[in-house]
């Protein structure tokens, strides 16, 4: 943690003191433990407790990747917006890494947390009238899958369709990966930029999925050994692939004697195999308040029309819908 109260009850913040300023005993704004002055290996200098046990809005100690996150975003914000850190929300019980123009909460998050754990605190926040934007440390960064937790912290746009955010400390870098696809194996495909930490506006930066802007696009690719994968899935009885297979008996099909030729790419949540069986079956994203189906219709009305050479933002399906609709 970076912020404490002093002897005399003040709000002591290390990112605006020198550690010659620092004198006296200093204590848990929360639990009023006494706090110890620390230096991490990269030397941000913090307070840690002796004890964890009595405190209930610091669960564990940071790492120095967060709090290192945490002092160089402050410093980004700092010289365009208003920012405070650590500041605790009475209404609310929560702590944000940092607050932004007292709307929006920033959450650097590091390390695993649970999908319900995380659902609680991102609808405490909505219900409070807060934004809240979770930016990933290196153990949570898109690998080769999307995981269950990952789902839970993607965004939503017109212009940038599914999209999640990265903070690569090491390489000093705020990545924005957006357009998210699966394809039938379940490996991403997407878009992916970096801003390199204290260039422009940060808050300017995380708004950008949601301005008017050149389409962006990706191109498809096919995936000649895709009949074998399933395959050999359905032969190991991966339950993922036996449920489909199921509905397809159901319909008097076969995935195994399918023909799959074009490229089978979807949105994120989207099955191509699942969605024309029987009703779409629609993922909850915890970040997420628009209505994601409209996008999947609007995907699959071109999916089925059209070679799928490229993928396209939701707004572009979306005009591409109304264009024909008026025709
Ligand atoms: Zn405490």
Partial sequence: MLTAIDENNKIINLLELDRKELTGKFYC???????????????VLHFAHKSLKSCNLWLENESDQHLGLKKILYQWFKRTDKVEIERYLPELNQRPDLLVNDKIAIEIQCSHLSIKRLKERTENY??????????M????????????????LVYFSENRGFFY?????????LRLKSLIHEDLRGRIICLQEEIPFGQGRLIAHLRLPYLAQKLMKIPTFKDPKLSSFIRQQLYY?????MKI????????ENLLTKKFEGPYIAPLGLNLLESFTDEMTITTFTQIDQNVKLYYENFLINFQRNSLEMLYPPRFYAIMGKQKKEK
């Fill in 29 to 43: 704004p929360s639990c009023h433990s006494e706090l110890l002055i620390k230096n991490g290996q990269i030397k």
């Fill in 126 to 135: 909505k219900a409070h009238g807060f934004k809240v934007l979770w930016l």
């Fill in 137 to 152: 440390g290196k153990d949570l960064w898109l690998a080769e899958q999307v995981t269950e937790l990952q789902k839970n």
């Fill in 165 to 173: 955010w990265e903070l690569d400390f090491q390489r000093k870098k």
């Fill in 237 to 241: 009885q991966s339950s993922k692939w």
């Fill in 245 to 252: 297979q199921e509905k397809y008996y159901q319909k008097g």
